[in-house]
Structures are given as C-alpha cells and as structure tokens.
C-alpha cells in the first residue's frame, strides 16, 4: 500500500525558512510526477510546484513561489522535499505532498485530479 508521510513545518517569522519533506513507501513502480499542494483556511488546494522524479527530472513552479521554493528527489531516500526560502505571510497554509502513478501533461501538472496518493499535510504558519 502507498504511503507518504510527511514531515517539518511549523511556525516561522516572515522571511525565514522552512524545509518540508514526503516519504514514499510501497510505491511499487513509481510515481512519475510528485507535487506539493497547499490550501489556505477557506480557500481551495492549488498546486505549489511538481517534479519528474525519473532521471534528471524538471520542476515546475507556481509564479507565486518561484525564486523562493526549490523542490527535490532523492530517489535512494524516496523522499521528496521542499525547501521554502523568504516565506511570506501569504504562504501561511496546510501543506500536502502528492504522487502521480502516471506522467501528467503540463495543463495538469497544478490541478489535484492526477494525484493518485497524498500525504496528511502540514501546517505550516508565517508570522509577520
């Protein structure tokens, strides 16, 4: 059975730093595409940034967070990251990490239907 399980977030000043990180296990043959999602009190879940975990694989960014998020794969740990740097208010949400079993087209790539297995989420909180 697949399982992400993640780990950090927390409470941060604005302007710090956080990094978040998703275990995969029973993945069996894999997720091509993993993401992080986040969904504000009230608000709907939007994508974050994804990866292609499959040799050399690109990461895709939400305008709102690039330059300041940087998403990862290590594939020896099956763990997937995100290292969010200069963090605002704005990004105060719950945090989820997602895997796709198949590969996603870009259209795709920040809405939630692809995602066949998430993770529980984190708080993750911006204190101004």
């Known amino acids: 059975q697949t399982q992400l399980v993640q780990s950090g977030g927390g409470l941060v000043q604005a302007g710090g730093s956080l990094t978040l990180s998703c275990a995969a296990s029973?993945?069996?043959?894999?997720?091509?595409?993993m993401g992080w999602f986040r969904q504000a009190p009230g608000k709907e879940r939007e994508g974050v940034a994804t990866?292609?975990?499959?040799?050399?694989?690109?990461?895709h960014y939400a305008d709102f967070v690039k330059g300041r998020f940087r998403v990862s794969w290590v594939k020896a740990q099956a763990k997937l990251y995100i290292e969010m740097n200069n963090l605002e208010p704005e990004d105060t949400a719950t945090y989820f990490c997602?895997?796709?079993?198949?590969?996603?087209?870009?259209?795709?790539?920040?809405?939630?239907?692809?995602?066949?297995?998430w993770g529980k989420g984190t708080p993750v909180t911006v204190s101004s």
């Open positions: 990866l292609y975990t499959l040799g050399g694989g690109g990461q």
């Open positions: 997602a895997g796709s079993k198949n590969f996603l087209s870009p259209d795709t790539w920040f809405t939630t239907a692809p995602y066949d297995y």
């Open positions: 029973g993945v069996g043959y894999g997720m091509p595409y």
